[in-house]
């Protein structure tokens, strides 16, 4: 599928930084889609006003070679938790991803607390 109206797209790169794989990540205004596999392809789509939380993790051979992984925490039902890993640049995508959500849950009035809906942990009470 070919989409030109992206913010940004790379694909996983997992050998030597090198991007030898068919998993590709891409960032649109209002959604991140992760599409995998050649002969047989899945697309995992997650809007973005429901990200709540993004760690940058970077081992020391992802640092040797120039990438990272972003770990991401959303309210999404099929995908609460998910990685875009072995990315370049990965510091500059967290923090351009963070600002795009904020930007997305604010024009979507959306806060924390429709997260914790149904939540049963006492600590967030």
Known sequence: ???????WR????PIFGLPLSFTVYTLLEDKLLIDTGILSTNQEEIKLYRIMDLTLK???LQRIFGVGSIHICSADKTTPEFEI????????IKEKLSAIVEEQRDKKRVTGKE???GDDDDDMH
């Open 10 to 13: 790379d694909r996983k790169r």
């Open 115 to 117: 997260f914790l809906v």
């Open 85 to 92: 890993r072995d990315i370049k640049k990965p510091f500059e």
């Open 58 to 60: 970077r081992s020391l």
């Open 1 to 7: 599928m070919k989409i030109s109206n992206y913010i």
